[in-house]
């Protein structure tokens, strides 16, 4: 019994030796197969732009709309400034346009018909007045050549005379300037001082508007930067956003393969994070120069050989891919070469 176990045994292990040479055999294999020669495989980076955003003014933020991580919308607030000195700003500028208006208005109108009366019957009564002071001054100087009177009585009267004929030419050309109403350099030059004040006034209008910001575009906030109270300005970002839109992998591809892809070329993007899940991708950029291989990226080739740099954009609906995620582009090689216009290349062909 004993030997017949032992032949068994003797019998069982070249199946086994067989089953594990062929294991090995298949492992290998898989080890060391390559990607088939229609595939071309390049790995990257998931890459997000990222935009500061800062109040175009100087004031303390009243308020804050949203939190770090809130996905916003295009034209959404996200904060407020405290607005009652630039409120009061623009009512002043808003009063001063308005007395400037009523300046104008006066100027283009002309004299009003009451002051050209005016102007006439001051004129007449001046008219009346020399005259009346003229012949006086006649009479007298008869009475002082026949020495009735004395010589300076004469002179005073010929020196009213001539002052009532002065007042007289002041009267007719205070009516001309009446009638013939203001000037037109004088005209414009108060609707040069009207658009200005307007203009001063639109600059305040502006000058609120910034006291609100709102986002840019749509996004994910990623760092909320200032608070309630604190003093906001052009230089100081309140807030840090990740677009969502456009996502890309950021790949390098050596030189070898450069002649293979082409602008618009479909591909398909994996992750570690999502095992299984494709997402449909598109070559939309390809850089112009060469630069050496960095450190980050793992390729088969030796480090210093040149590579370029290669922007996958991702169609990215549910918002999975992260800034920095490891990232694998698998692109066809099967396809046509598209060149779409520069303004399309951000959209999926």
């Known amino acids: 019994m004993p030997s017949t176990e032992i032949k068994k045994r003797l019998r069982i292990v070249p199946v086994v030796v067989l089953a594990i040479a062929a294991i090995v ?4 294999r898989l080890l060391h197969e390559k990607p088939p020669e ?40 996200l904060a407020t400034l405290e607005k009652e000195r630039i409120q009061h700003e623009m009512q002043q ?10 300046v104008v208005a006066a100027l283009v109108a002309g004299t009003r018909p009451e002051d050209i009366r005016r102007a ?66 004088d005209i414009a030059a108060a609707k040069a001082t009207l658009n200005a004040l ?28 200032l608070e309630k109270g604190d003093m906001a300005s052009p230089q100081k970002p309140a807030f840090t956003l990740a677009l969502t839109d456009p996502v890309w992998v950021r790949a390098y591809i ?57 922007r996958v954009f991702v169609n990215n609906p549910e918002n999975e891919l992260r800034l920095g995620m490891p990232a694998t582009v698998t692109v066809p090689l099967d396809q046509e070469k598209q060149e779409p216009a520069p303004k399309a290349r951000q959209k999926s062909p």
């Open 120 to 185: 006439r019957a001051e004129a007449a009564a001046a008219e009346a007045e020399a005259d009346n002071a003229e012949r006086t001054s006649s009479r007298l100087q008869r009475l002082a050549e026949k020495e009735l009177i004395s010589r300076q009585e004469a002179d005073d009267a010929k020196a009213v005379a001539v002052s009532s004929r002065a007042r007289l030419q002041a009267a007719k050309e205070a009516l001309g300037l009446a009638v013939a109403g203001p000037r037109k350099e």
């Open 93 to 102: 500028a808003g009063a001063q346009v308005k007395a400037q208006e009523d």
């Open 254 to 310: 050596p030189e070898t393969d450069l002649g293979k892809i082409g602008l618009g070329m479909k591909a398909e993007v994996t992750t570690d994070s999502f095992p299984g899940k494709k997402y449909s991708a598109w070559i939309g950029f390809i850089s112009p120069t060469a630069q050496f291989t960095p450190k980050s990226v793992e390729t088969r080739e030796v480090r210093t050989s040149l590579v370029y740099q290669v």
């Open 198 to 225: 307007r203009e001063a006034l639109a600059l305040a209008k502006r000058n609120l508007s910034y006291a609100e910001l709102h986002a840019p575009s749509d996004g994910v906030i990623q760092s909320r930067i």
């Open 25 to 28: 055999f298949f492992v290998s």
């Open 38 to 77: 229609n595939l071309l495989v390049l790995y990257g980076n998931v890459d997000i732009r990222q935009v500061d955003l800062a109040f175009n003014a100087n004031e303390r933020i009243e308020s804050v709309q949203v939190e770090e991580g809130d996905k916003i919308k295009t034209g959404q607030l």
